[in-house]
């Protein structure tokens, strides 16, 4: 499957959050996620563009694959996600796996997000609102589609962020925007 997605970092969420309501989108609870990134041993991610978190959303643990980046307007790109056993120790665990077949942890992203559920032209669309610790305020619309959709998938997309009033799109994930934050001693380049 792929992930189709747009990123709009400053986003007014009250203005985002009254567009939705009018679509009659559906809002999933608040939560809080903590996404644990880890480098290959046998290849930099960051030079390949690609990326492995282990995701804890509260009890919840998820194991996520992220390939590289495939058009220069949206963040398509193969995703694969896995779910572990929930709790604190099944995360530990695999934490500690990873470590031993060599993989180096990267940085923890932890941001407090909201989901919108709608469906446009035929797609499922999910509108993120994210509060990232040290970055700020962001935005994220995402589309999950086959291969063969991927055209349709992506047109929908573009037009849906339009209509939400988003521009600017960031390309850059949250690891390397938080990374580059860092390496910039705080200040976002």
Known sequence: MLEVEQKFAAVDFAALEQRLAA?????????????HYF???????????????LRRVGPA???????????????TRTEIEVPLAPGDRAADDFARLLICLG?????????????YHTEREGFAVEVTLDEVDELGRFAEVEIQAPEERLDAAREVLLRT????GLKHAERRSYLEL????????????
């Open 23 to 35: 679509w009659g989108a559906r809002a999933d609870a608040p939560r809080v996620d903590a996404d």
């Open 39 to 53: 480098n290959a041993p046998d290849r930099d991610f960051a030079a390949t563009d690609e990326a492995l978190r």
């Open 61 to 75: 643990n998820f194991v996520t694959y992220k390939g590289p980046k495939r058009d220069p307007l949206t963040k």
């Open 103 to 115: 993989y180096r942890p990267v940085a923890v992203v932890r941001k407090r997000r909201r989901l």
């Open 161 to 164: 962020a339009a209509e939400l």
């Open 178 to 189: 938080l990374l580059a934050r860092r390496a910039a001693g705080g200040n976002l380049p």
